[in-house]
C-alpha cells in the first residue's frame, strides 16, 4: 500500500489548471513563480500550494486563533523599518505580533521513491524542516520548509510594549533571515534539475 | 519498497536499551516517561528521541547557530518570571533569545501503514505539524510535533532591548503555549491505546 499516488496525472493536470489561475490572478508570490515552472515540468511531481517566505505584522484574538487574525502588514521581501511601523500603528485590538516565515512548498509526487528523493535534496539544501506531510492512498505529498522564523509579541490591545528602537533590531534579524532563505530558494531552484528523469 | 522497515524489532531492542540507559542516568523529561512506556508497549512502535516541549533562554552568537549556543536557562514546564530573569541577567555576549519549542517525539514504526496511522491519530489530536521525518529501507520515523512556538529576541552583548514588564507579559503567553501543549500530550497518552493491534 502506499506505493505510488493513485490518478497522479490527473491530479497533477488538475494542479496545473489551479495555478494558472492563480497566476492570472496574481496570487502567487512573484519570486517563486520560476521555481514552480521548474519543479512542474518534472514527470514525476507537481507544486499545490506555496508561500515564499514572508515577514508579518499581525492582530490576533489569542496566539494561534488564525480565523480571527488580521494582517496588517505582510512582505514576501526584506522590509524597511518604517514599513513595520506603518502597520504596527494602525493596531487597535487583539495580540500585536511580529512574525517570520519560513518558504513552504507542498510538492505532489508520483511514487514513495519520487517523494524521498525530493525530500533528501531539499533537507541536503538547508530546507531542514522538509517531510513528507501526508501519505493516502490519494496522494503523496511532500513538504519543503525551512528553519527561519520569528514569533515577537508587540503588544495588545492598542498598547505598545516594545520600543520603536527594538522593532528595528528585530526588522533586521528578520530581513538576515529573509536572506538567507532566498538563497535557499535560489540553490533548490538550481538542483531540482537533477530530479528530471 | 519502503513498504516496512527492515530489521524492526532489532532496532526497536536497541532503541529501549538507549531509552533505559537514558532514564537511569535521569536524561529523559519526567512528565513524558509515561506517555513513551505506552508507545513502546505497542507491538509496531518504539520512541527514539524526544523532549516534552520546554520554554528557554539561550545566547547564541547568530540566529540558528545552535553550536556555539548556550542555555542560560531552560524549563519543561510553566515558569516565574523571576527565573526567566535570573536567567537573562547571566547574558553577557551574543544574541539573547527568549524561546518557546513545543514537545517532539521521534517513533520509529514497522510499516508505513502503522507510519499512517500514527500520523493521523497526532494530527487529529492537535498536533498539527506531525510527519514521516525520514523513509528510508533502514527506518520509518514518524515525527509528533505541535504549533505552540516563539522566538523573541531579547538583547545583544550583555545590553537588554526591551523592558521587565516586557519580559514579564511574554513569560506569561509562553506559560500559556506550555498549558495548552501539556494538555496536547494528556489527551496523546489517553488515545495511544488505539493503536494497539
Redesign the interface.
Known amino acids: 500500500?502506499?506505493?505510488y499516488s493513485k490518478n497522479f496525472d490527473e491530479q497533477k493536470a488538475k494542479a496545473m489548471k489551479g495555478l494558472r489561475k492563480a497566476l492570472e490572478e496574481g496570487k502567487v508570490d512573484e519570486d517563486i513563480i520560476s521555481l514552480l515552472e521548474k519543479i512542474n515540468s518534472l514527470e514525476n511531481y507537481f507544486t499545490t500550494s506555496s508561500c515564499s517566505g514572508r515577514i508579518s505584522v499581525m492582530e490576533m484574538p489569542h496566539?494561534?486563533d488564525k480565523l480571527n487574525s488580521v494582517w496588517l502588514g505582510k512582505w514576501h521581501r526584506e522590509v524597511a523599518f518604517e514599513e513595520v511601523m506603518e502597520a504596527v500603528r494602525r493596531h487597535r485590538s487583539g495580540?500585536l505580533w511580529f512574525l517570520v516565515r519560513s518558504p513552504i512548498l507542498h510538492v505532489g509526487a508520483r511514487t514513495?521513491?519520487d517523494?524521498?528523493k525530493l525530500?533528501n535534496l531539499a533537507i541536503g539544501l538547508g530546507f531542514k524542516y522538509s517531510?513528507?506531510?501526508?501519505?493516502?492512498h490519494k496522494k503523496l505529498l511532500v513538504?519543503i520548509r525551512s528553519?527561519?522564523?520569528?514569533?515577537?509579541?508587540l503588544g495588545?490591545d492598542g498598547e505598545l510594549?516594545?520600543?520603536e528602537?527594538?522593532i528595528e533590531?528585530?526588522v533586521d534579524?528578520a530581513n538576515?533571515?529573509v536572506r538567507r532563505f532566498k538563497g535557499k530558494l535560489k540553490r533548490l531552484e538550481e538542483e531540482i534539475e537533477k530530479l528530471r528523469n
Open positions: 500500500m502506499f506505493l496566539f494561534g495580540q514513495m521513491e517523494a524521498v525530500l517531510n513528507i506531510k501526508s501519505v493516502s513538504e528553519t527561519e522564523r520569528m514569533d515577537v509579541p495588545e510594549w516594545v520600543s528602537e527594538y533590531r528585530i534579524i538576515e533571515q
